[in-house]
């Protein structure tokens, strides 16, 4: 089984990913059983696994029904120049915490309607700065900066988008405390490294391969991450240093790695340089 997030195989039998512990099921709202994510319909009791009464019916179906038209146009004139070419990026995840306590004696069409404003916001911070939504993966996304549109500052893109990114939870956290009660927060975690990248399909869908560590250290530092915060890799602060503010939180040991990766939480933009 395929993870969603990393693309790391797993075993038969696992409910979390071997590599960065995402969810390979999805339990039934109405009886419990697992499903596997890309699932309609639950294999134990056959209810809807998303919108009650029908159909499950996902709002971001394919990356051409939220990617805008303007970075839409540019991904598909240069997908014949960068097909197959090695690319220096930078992975940016972002999920929200709690979500399953969100759902709590909520039916699954009134979750749906908290969640997609959050994905929404994250995918509008990515874009503002020309970044690519590769994956939404329930109640998180992940997301390129550098391919397939190119940026040489695609580290600084990145650490910006996090920081809207966590500007605008605080700001849509206001409006769903005065009309539902609750507080939302999400993590962010960023590494910088390459990819190769793969097919780009008409429906703006990319194929990549990581190369290394890339997205595996970028899942990594988001599970790290404290809800409300942004954590990035020193990989990624080489290439952003001078552009944001971070506070180093020590190296940190990750299972494949042979050294500790120093990790930074980041704080804010420097003030505009000339």
Do not use: W
Request: net charge neutral; glycine share 8%.
């Amino acid at each position: 089984m395929q993870c969603p997030r990393c693309q790391v195989e797993n075993r038969e039998g696992r409910h979390f990913c071997a590599k960065c512990a995402a969810p390979l099921t999805v339990a039934c709202p109405s009886c419990g059983f697992s499903n596997e994510p890309s699932e309609d319909f639950c294999g134990g009791c056959g209810a809807p696994l998303t919108v009650t009464g029908r159909p499950a019916q996902p709002r971001f179906t394919s990356p051409k029904t939220y990617i805008p038209k303007h970075l839409a146009e540019k991904i598909l004139t240069s997908r014949s120049a960068i097909e197959g070419e090695r690319k220096q990026v930078t992975v940016l995840f972002a999920d929200l915490r709690g979500s399953l306590e969100l759902l709590a004696d909520r039916d699954p069409e009134e979750g749906r309607a908290l969640f997609d404003p959050v994905v929404q916001r994250m995918m509008d911070a990515v874009h503002r700065y020309e970044g690519t939504v590769n994956q939404v993966l329930g109640d998180g996304i992940m997301a390129l900066f550098g391919a397939p549109v190119a940026h040489e500052d695609h580290a600084v893109r990145a650490c910006y988008a996090a920081l809207d990114l966590q500007h605008a939870m605080r700001r849509l956290t206001e409006e769903l405390r005065r009309s539902h009660g609750i507080t939302v927060q999400v993590r962010v975690g960023l590494n910088s490294g390459e990819v190769v990248v793969g097919t780009i399909s008409n429906d703006l869908h990319l194929d990549y391969t990581a190369v290394g560590q890339t997205t595996h250290l970028a899942a990594r530092m988001e599970q790290m991450a404290k809800p409300g915060s942004a954590l990035v890799t020193g990989e990624t602060l080489k290439l952003a240093e001078g552009y944001v503010q971070v506070k180093p939180l020590g190296d940190v040991t990750v299972k494949g790695l042979g050294t500790p990766t120093p990790v930074y939480e980041l704080t804010s933009i420097v003030p505009a340089r000339s």
